[in-house]
């Protein structure tokens, strides 16, 4: 079984910089591919970026350019690192284990002056 956690997210202003972290338990971290998800209040949750196993990455047009994901297998980490942030980008941000169920519990980012 594996759990996630979340962590790093706040309140930023339009322009700034956050990095969140998800933390997985078990083993064999090395083996998932990893993706990170947002969810607006009465949006659909959607795929932000993902990491394969290869450290292959892929992101949603509209933070290409902005986040970049990175995961750290030796500490079971993934990460999310969020420059020139926009106020469509407040969320909760989510982490997942690709193509299972295996959700994080969620971070609430807020982007606003």
Not at 4 to 18: I, M, R
Not at 52 to 62: I, K, P, R
Request: glycine share 8%; aromatic share 10%.
């Amino acid at each position: 079984q594996v759990q996630l956690v979340e962590s790093g997210g706040g309140l930023v202003q339009p322009g700034g910089s956050l990095t969140l972290s998800c933390a997985a338990s078990g083993r064999n971290f090395n083996i998932f591919e990893m993706g990170w998800y947002r969810q607006a209040p009465r949006t659909s949750r959607e795929l932000v970026a993902s990491i394969s196993t290869a450290f292959v990455t892929n992101y949603a047009d509209s933070v290409k350019g902005r986040f970049r994901i990175t995961r750290d297998n030796a500490k079971n980490t993934v990460y999310l690192q969020m420059d020139s942030l926009k106020p469509e980008d407040t969320a909760v941000y989510y982490c997942r284990v690709r193509f299972t169920n295996h959700w994080g519990q969620g971070t609430q980012v807020t982007v606003s002056s």
